[in-house]
């Protein structure tokens, strides 16, 4: 029997790889002879860098950056220097956990940490990056960012506008004369499953901003502000459209990493599936076995297990699902591709001893056990 073991995290409890190991595990004491072959997933989001890096042979580097409201910040990235690539999550130099409630404001928190993190994978010679934004504190179209990259961003005399969403009121010119030369070699697909528009009712000012701690006053500054950023970034790039899908993600910086950086806003999903092979992997496969933390209706709305499934479906590969916790609207997974879903838990404890990460870890390995030796007992080894 051939298994593909890809799931998604228990984020608090165990990594992609490491509920990956523990299903090999469980597999493998019921079906000792089976190949079970564990792959990285996640969806874009909190997680991605650790599992694609680690999952695909690369490291994971530490850096200083400019946290979001201007505090210095160790922002891990991941590296594979074979392939010159980068797997960034913009949350981790400019996300909403890292400011205190009490001071959030997105007229004043900036996503120059992000560029900073860009420019130091550069440095080090990754030229292709996949970029997660999701989880954002700021709302400032990128400015930050591209300020970080050296481009101009400039007020009326001449000098490169403040930090924050602020700091778009002043903006009069945009230049590129100062850009970081490399650039014109990078590629940047950018993981967004958003498709808010840079402004309007529906843009990230209106939709986001009071998320981050945006008035009903200071959204409508943003949005006039973002609506004249958008009008100066066509005159160097024509192509600029604030309207198109995915440009208010991330507080505008999907705008920014179209615009200015030409890069291609995708699924989460589809980008992880496509950086890591997984088809081909559950090509050869007979059973997936896939999962994360909580099942639920969600799950099937372009989450990681719901990519897995979907995938495995299209060859008619059994798909089986695990979780730390399994709501009653999770009976769409079924009707999304996941033939049966069960909850590790194996008793009644606390929320604490389920997410200790040697208990989890048992708690998946046992369950994964009984459900294959299930199949065993039904005859079950492996497709013809």
Known sequence: MKVVAALDSF????????????????VLRAFPEAEVKVCPLADGGEGTVE?????????LVSVPVTGPVGETVDCVYGRLPDRKLAVIEMSAAAGLPM?????RDPLVTTTFGVGEVIRHAVGSGCRS???GIGGSATNDGGAGMLQALGFGLLDEHGNQIPRGAVGLRDLKRITVDHVLPELKDCSFRIACDVNNPLCGETGASAVYGPQKGATSESVEWMDQWLWNFAALAKTVFPAADPD?????AAGGLGFAFRTFLNGTLRSG????????GLEDAIRQADVVVTGEGRLDAQTVMGKAPSGAAKLAKKYGRLVIAFSGAVAESASACNRGGIDAFFTILRSVVSISEAMDPHNAAENLAATAEQAF???KAGGFHGAE
């Not at 984020?11 to 469980?26: I, Y």
């Not at 999903?269 to 890591?276: D, G, N, R």
């Open 51 to 59: 599992a694609l890096t680690l999952g695909m042979g690369g490291e």
């Open 244 to 248: 198109e899908p995915g440009s208010g």
């Open 129 to 131: 990056f996949l970029i």
């Open 11 to 26: 984020k608090g409890s165990l990594t992609s790889l490491q509920a990956g190991e523990a299903v090999r595990n469980g």
């Open 373 to 375: 030796r299930l199949l």
């Open 99 to 103: 400011v205190p409630v009490e001071q």
């Open 269 to 276: 999903i589809e980008i992880v599936l496509e950086e890591t």
